[in-house]
């Protein structure tokens, strides 16, 4: 009769020679992957920021478009002497300040003018805004500023609603406009 061992078909291995922890090959690994995910998170981080960046300046432009028909209807007198129409991306000289003294309708118009397009400079990167009268009493009030992002872009079509708003299309530049029945 034959004398069956418990261990048979099974190896011993000495306890001194068993893994004990990770190799150095398997931590590199571990940190590779760990980073490469870390990366990953920061790109994201960085472009919602971006993003968040572009919202913010086209809010700024929406507001600034609703601060000239605001200022239009509160010159009623300069909208319907034709005094709004036509307003380009300069900067003119203020001949009274209407903050601190009485204007008449056309001196009003050209603060008008002068404070919304130091404004627009001032909040946005290359801002300027420009004021067309499409049809009678209808008006195109846009605001433009640069936008890093469309450095290689174009700008808008020539030809639309945009380039009368805005002007001219130019490379890296974005549009805002609305239309104001004064």
Same mark, same amino acid.
């Given at each position: 009769?034959?004398? %069956? ?10 306890? *001194? ?5 990770? *190799?150095?090959l &398997?931590?590199?690994? =571990?940190?590779?992957? %760990? ?13 919602? !920021?971006?993003?968040?960046?572009? $919202?913010y300046?086209? *809010?700024? $432009? $929406? /507001? ?5 028909? &605001? ?15 036509? !307003? ?9 300040? #209407?903050?601190?003294?009485? #204007? =008449?309708? =056309?001196? !009003? *118009? ?10 627009? /400079?001032? %909040? !946005? ?7 067309? &009268? ?17 450095a ?8 639309? &609603?945009?380039?009368?708003? #805005? ?7 974005? #549009? ?7």
């Amino acid at each position: 009769m034959k004398h %069956l061992s418990r261990h048979s078909g099974t190896r011993h291995v000495p306890t *001194s020679s068993r893994q004990a922890g990770f *190799s150095m090959l &398997e931590v590199m690994v =571990t940190l590779v992957v %760990l980073s490469t995910g870390l990366l990953g998170v920061a790109n994201l981080q960085v472009e919602a !920021l971006r993003g968040n960046q572009g $919202a913010y300046l086209a *809010s700024v $432009a $929406a /507001q600034q478009a609703q601060d000239m028909a &605001e200022r239009m209807n509160a010159n009623r007198a300069g909208v319907d002497a034709n005094l709004y129409d036509h !307003l380009d991306a300069s900067i003119p000289a203020m001949p009274v300040n #209407c903050q601190s003294a009485d #204007c =008449t309708p =056309t001196n !009003l *118009s050209v603060f008008d003018h002068n404070r919304w397009n130091a404004t627009n /400079q001032a %909040l !946005l990167p290359s801002g300027a805004g420009q004021v067309t &009268e499409i049809s009678n009493g209808v008006f195109l009030i846009g605001v433009r500023w640069y936008d890093r992002k469309l450095a290689n872009a174009n700008g808008w079509q020539a030809g639309t &609603e945009a380039a009368t708003a #805005c002007g001219a299309p130019q490379a890296g530049t974005r #549009c805002f406009f609305l239309r104001h029945q004064a």
